[in-house]
Every structure is written in C-alpha cells, then in structure tokens.
C-alpha cells in the first residue's frame, strides 16, 4: 500500500508543478562587442647552467722553472766562489753550497725576467635558480549584444568582436 501512495503523491506533484509554470527556450543572435582575455599567473623555480666569465691575468712563459745552460753557469761561478770562502775540510761543503745558492740565483733572476702576463678570459658553468613567471591563458571575458542588452559570459573559446554567436534565451513562466 505504501509503493501506490507514494506513487500517487508523485504523479500528482508532478501534474501539478506542470500546471503552474512554464518554460519556452529561443535562438537567438547576439553581437560580440568585446573581448577579454583572462589570465592567470604562476611562478615556478626553474635549474639553469649559467655560464661565468672572468678576466683573469696569466703568465705567458713557464721557462723560468726549467735548468738550463744559464743555470749551469750560475752553479760554478757560486761553486768558485764558496770554493775560495771555504778553508780546509769545508772546501768541498761551501763549493756545494755556493752551487746551490749560485743556480737559485739565476733561476730567481729568469722568473723576475719572465713576468709577462697576458689577460685572458676564463669561464666556469655554474647551476643556478631562476624564478620564471608562467603566463596561462584561463578563458575569455565576452560582451554580446542581444535584444538591445549588453550581456557578459565567461567562455572557453576566443571571439572576435564583430562576431555574431548563437544563444540559447530561456523564458520561464509560473504562478504565484
């Protein structure tokens, strides 16, 4: 008995709702008058290389360091002179000695002689974080012209103003 009571009570609900009001939909064309894009806008951290360059002063010749022909001189004139210096069983220590101090000389006099530097760019890569603003296009603000109104929509698709688009009119009616 309840399924054909509530059944009823639908079927005349129903009959009646139909009764009271009253619903016409229309085609109709409007007029795109103007346009506006709708955007949104969003950062986000982005990993670049990023390349580094400096001008930096180097030397031009190494030669300094190499033992050479001038450094052999150098050894025995500082040998001969610690040889004369020395006396007795030392001769040979301070000869040795007066070598040594004789090749470090020239070789100290050929590196003072070449300091010749030339600027030179060098370049390292480094990674680094750059800030990008991503620009989104969301939709489209339309103003359409319809039945001597200006109407506004949100749309998905891009119009021209000019463009003449199709809309749906609803007219309801209902009692009271």
Known sequence: MNKKYFLLLGFFLL????????????????TVSSVEVLKTYSEQRVPKNQKICSIQRVPVNQNAQKFGADNFIGALIGGAIGNQLGSGGGKSGSTALGALIGSEVVRNEKAEANQNYVEKEVCQINRVMHTETIEQVRGYKLDVEVDGD?????????????????????????LN
Request: hydrophobic share 25%; net charge positive; proline share 2%.
């Open 15 to 30: 009959l009646s709702s139909n009764s009271y009001s009253k619903t016409n939909l229309y085609q109709v064309t409007g």
């Open 150 to 174: 200006i109407i506004s929509f949100t749309s998905n698709r891009s119009y021209n103003p000019g463009d003449l688009i199709t809309l749906t009119k609803k007219i309801s009616y209902s």
